[in-house]
């Protein structure tokens, strides 16, 4: 096996609240990321999966611990500009249409101007969005922005892309079509995915490994492989193997 | 319900009908009724008045445009000092801290004191009403522009973060488009707020502008001139705020069109 692409240490995190208490968001995590892989960071609220997603960004620094990607350090990674984020909120720009939005990091990591157009038409028509590039941010609907989201974030055609919570302010049923495009985008693109959620069944259907943290504090307490066979459709949610990866990592909780 | 264009001009078309008739009716009743002999420079009438805007209209114009084009210099000015100001003072807290008592005591000196000292320390007219409409303007476009950074969603920063965007670019793309409706809160206070001033700094002993003539007529008795020249200042300060929001407009399109939503499939 080849060495992993991203290499988490005993990471912890410790903030000061208000009253001067400290807070153990992160308590020594450690974890290997291999290249092209699709991994789920799962847990309730408070567990600290999108504290682990911020560090892995640079957004945030760790208070012991390092990560390294491909030997580098978060901050050299962001610096070369091989992260896309696709947030909970669309957090699109609202004085901009689709394909401008689309195109606005390409502008600032400097992708020629030429490119720029062929690579806005292709992502545009990865998230099934082809129609809608001269359509403003409030004129579509919850989905429809937040495919525009990870559009803008696949066309700088990032190294790894991070994904915090993306679909939990939407609804069930676009929730599960927007987990089947993502399969079928990430077949086409492979890169490293690390996706941030608290919902179990999204988990187990979109990753290669579940990784189950749990609060007070926030630690792994379980990785799950799991072993379901791609590409996965709508059908597999309804097999006993999926209804028994749930169970399993229900069963692998602490302390919530 | 929604008002039609069509019902929006009946409303306005009754509302402008409606004040002429009734101001008719109170001149003909102070002159006539009253025999109040001063009634003509009390109220009034308006076909008077409109009579003295049709043979005054040229010493007006040029009048109005003398003040007007020196609030919009300095309104300009202001507004560019505002910004300015807003960009520090969001760059660095340590200067926000330090400006801004400096700025609330700056809104509370009465305009009306201070003009006579900024005639008195640049002695020109134009140039003290370009001083004063910049004075009055950096005020609310500095705070509105200073509040608008402030609301920037921490994930719309965050994402200009992650692919290294420098402070040019995040200014350039995400503050200040972000900004603009703030920006434009300010302008639409500021605007007759900066011809107003401009109007009282002519008050002070200028040869021309309209705040002249509203002085003079004054002093001479010549009502018609008086309140044609009243009429033209507010309409200054009715074009003003109307420019802005043209300007508003054209630059924020997103804000303005009727929100209807494609659904997803």
Same mark, same amino acid.
């Given at each position: ?6 290499q988490?240490?005993?990471?912890s995190?410790?903030?000061t ?5 400290e807070i153990?968001?992160?308590?020594d ?7 092209g ?12 999966? =999108? ?5 892995i ?8 611990? *390092? ?10 990674t962001?610096? *070369? *500009?091989? $992260?896309?984020?696709?947030?909970q909120q669309?957090?699109? $720009?609202?004085?901009r ?16 101007? =030429?490119? %720029?157009?062929a ?16 359509? $403003? ?6 989905g429809?922005q *937040? ?16 994904m ?31 996706f ?6 999204? =988990? ?8 189950v ?7 792994? =307490? ?9 590409p %996965? ?9 999926? $209804?028994?990866y749930?169970?399993k ?8 | ?5 069509k019902d ?22 102070l ?6 002999n ?6 009034p ?10 043979s #005054?209209?040229?010493t007006?114009?040029v ?18 000092? !505002? ?18 008592p ?7 000196i ?6 006579p ?6 002695? @020109? ?5 370009i001083v ?25 920063? #965050? &994402? ?12 350039l ?12 809160t ?18 002070? !002993?200028?040869?021309s502008g309209? !705040? ?5 007529? &004054?002093?001479?008795?010549?009502? @018609? ?11 200054? !300060? ?23 939503k494609?659904? @997803?499939?």
């Open positions: 096996m080849n060495v992993p692409e991203l988490i240490k005993n990471v995190k410790t903030y609240n208000n009253n001067g208490e153990h968001a992160l308590t995590v450690s974890l290997d990321i291999r290249e892989e699709f991994i789920c960071l799962l847990g309730p609220s408070g567990c600290g999966k =999108s504290t682990l997603l911020r560090i960004a640079d957004l945030l620094e760790p208070t012991t611990g *390092q990560v390294s990607i491909h030997g580098l350090t978060p901050r050299e962001r610096l *070369q *500009q091989k $992260y896309g984020i696709v947030f669309p957090v699109l $720009y609202d004085w249409n689709v394909r401008r939005n689309v195109c606005m990091p390409m502008e600032i990591i400097g992708v020629p101007k =030429s490119e %720029r157009t690579r806005i038409d292709r992502m545009l028509d990865l998230v099934g969005l082809e129609k809608f590039g001269l359509k $403003y941010p409030f004129e579509l609907s919850g429809m *937040q495919r525009v989201g990870i559009a803008r974030a696949l066309a700088l055609e990032p190294e790894i892309l991070l915090d919570e993306p679909f939990s302010a939407l609804d069930e049923f676009t929730r599960e079509k927007l987990n089947e495009d993502l399969l079928a985008i990430w077949g086409k693109t492979k890169t490293t995915i690390i941030v959620t608290h919902n179990i069944p999204e =988990s187990i259907f979109l990753s290669d490994r579940v990784v943290l749990s609060p007070h504090p926030g630690r792994v =307490s379980a990785v799950v492989d799991i072993d379901l066979p791609r %996965r459709t709508a059908a597999l949610r309804e097999s006993p193997e999926f $209804y028994n749930i169970a990592i229900r069963h692998s909780f602490e302390g919530v | 319900m929604e008002l039609t264009r929006r001009r009946i409303v306005t078309g009754v509302w402008l009908l409606s004040i002429i008739v009734l101001w008719e009716l109170l001149s003909a009743f002159l006539y009724v009253v025999q109040d001063m009634a003509s420079s009390k109220l009438f308006p076909h008077d008045v409109l009579m003295t805007f049709i #005054e209209w040229q007006l114009l009048a109005g445009i003398v003040t007007l084009s020196r609030a919009g210099l300095g309104f300009a000015i202001g507004g560019l000092i !505002g910004i300015i100001l807003a960009v520090i003072m969001s760059l660095s807290k340590v200067a926000e801290k330090i400006a801004f400096y700025l609330i005591v700056s809104q509370m009465p305009v009306l004191g201070l003009a000292i900024i005639f008195n320390i640049v002695r @020109d007219m134009n140039m003290s009403r004063i409409a910049a004075y009055i303007t950096f005020f609310p476009v500095a705070v509105n522009m200073l509040s608008g950074f402030k609301s920037v969603e921490e994930e719309k920063k #965050e &994402l200009m973060r992650s692919i290294a965007a420098n402070r040019v670019d995040i200014y793309k995400l503050m200040f488009p972000y900004s603009l409706p703030y920006l434009f300010g302008l639409k206070i500021a605007a007759p707020m900066a011809v107003t001033a401009s109007i009282l700094v002519d008050m002070l !002993g200028s040869k309209i !705040g002249v003539k509203i002085l003079y007529s &004054l002093y001479s008795s010549s009502f @018609d001139i008086f309140w044609a020249s009243v009429f033209t200042s507010a309409f200054m !300060g009715i074009l003003s705020y109307n420019i802005v929001i043209f300007a508003e407009r054209l630059m924020i399109p997103w804000k303005n069109v009727t929100t209807t494609v659904g @997803d499939k």
